[in-house]
């Protein structure tokens, strides 16, 4: 399945969000947030320690994204960085993560819904 959502900006957020709930497959949670300096202090020590020698453009894109991804998953726990970057979730969750420039996008569920689901952050799809 493929559902495609226009393009964004960090004015557009809430309102990409918002469409992206309403064309997310049944059982996946989804949402969208803008880039800010104010998500780096929201990381989790674990979350830190993956961008402590980032570059600031990086620190911001990863932190979004920490802190979109956490509330999408529904969880309050740290979601470091693997070793090939990619977040590690909590047993039973698949989720994607993506960002532009302005926002960063996600898309959760558990593993009995799908066994993977991707997000897309050029055009804003939501595979599953």
């Known amino acids: ?13 809430p309102a990409i969000g918002l469409t ?7 059982g996946v949670r989804v949402g969208a947030r803008s880039i800010s300096t104010d998500d780096e202090q929201l990381l989790l020590s674990s ?5 402590a020698s980032a570059a600031p453009k990086r620190r911001l894109e990863f932190a979004t994204g ?12 740290a979601v470091p960085a693997g070793p ?26 558990e593993t009995d819904v799908a066994a993977a689901i991707g997000i897309e952050s050029s055009r804003w799809a939501i595979w599953s």
């Open 1 to 13: 399945m493929n559902r495609t959502v226009a393009g964004m900006n960090a004015d557009t957020a």
């Open 20 to 26: 992206l709930r309403a064309v997310a497959p049944c």
């Open 47 to 51: 979350e830190l320690v993956a961008i």
């Open 66 to 77: 920490r802190v979109l991804l956490r509330a999408v998953v529904g969880c309050e726990v």
């Open 84 to 109: 090939d970057r990619r977040p590690i979730l909590p047993p039973g969750v698949v989720a994607s993560l993506a960002h532009d420039d302005c926002v960063a996008v996600a898309a959760a569920t």
